[in-house]
T-cell receptor
């Protein structure tokens, strides 16, 4: 089957770096998505990884290891506005148009 | 920028009422989705549509139906609302394609309360 695991909650300090992990089980890998979701709002797309390695996009970077079934989102120079849930998602085996979402990691950034 | 809009941000209905949730996207996307999101359960797919008048059941279709008469509009219908349908409902759209074009873009959500 397909499965995604993420830690439920994390806390970090403003200005610090935090790494949010995501492990997945699937066959026929077709990429991995990260979304950010502020409380009461819709998820917004952050990144897409299909090849191994680190992809940097400003303060946010996303890493993928297909052999380990593992990804992480790295947030640098944390700001209070980064307090949100971070969702990891992979395409479904039966249809890549459909995504399976993890339950999300709620990040709290403290002053 | 992709824009996905939903008809209401907040809705309160009574048990047994028929409820319509509307979603409109302006980027000519073929795929449209309805999810519900509940604490601890994450995003769960209710229905999916890949073209006008075409639909597929998702993981939790019971108690819901959908309509897609125009490409840009996808409606979710609760035939007879029940209290266990109190939730955040999210609409999303995406292109038909592979890889990064599977990216789904979400509307702002409708928080539905059924009393």
């Amino acid at each position: 089957g397909q499965n995604i695991d993420q830690p439920t909650e994390m806390t970090a300090t403003e200005g610090a770096i935090v790494q949010i992990n995501c492990t997945y089980q699937t066959s026929g890998f077709n990429g991995l998505f990260w979304y950010q979701q502020h409380a009461g709002e819709a998820p917004t797309f952050l990144s897409y990884n299909v090849l191994d390695g680190l992809e940097e996009k400003g303060r946010f970077s996303s890493f993928l290891s297909r052999s380990k079934g593992y990804s992480y989102l790295l947030l640098k120079e944390l700001q209070m506005k980064d307090s949100a849930s971070y969702l990891c998602a992979i395409p479904r085996k039966d249809s890549s148009y459909k995504l399976i979402f993890g339950s999300g990691t709620r990040l709290l950034v403290r002053p | 920028d992709v824009k996905v809009t939903q008809s209401s941000r907040y809705l309160v209905k009574r048990t047994g009422e028929k409820v319509f949730l509307e979603c409109v996207q302006d980027m000519d996307h073929e795929n449209m989705f309805w999810y519900r999101q509940d604490p601890g359960l994450g995003l769960r797919l209710i229905y999916f549509s890949y073209d006008v008048k075409m639909k597929e059941k998702g993981d939790i279709p019971e108690g819901y139906s959908v309509s897609r008469e125009k490409k840009e509009r996808f409606s979710l219908i609760l035939e007879s609302a029940s209290t266990n349908q109190t939730s955040m409902y999210l609409c999303a759209s995406s292109l038909i394609g592979r890889g990064s074009t599977d990216t789904q873009y979400f509307g702002p959500g409708t928080r539905l309360t059924v009393l």
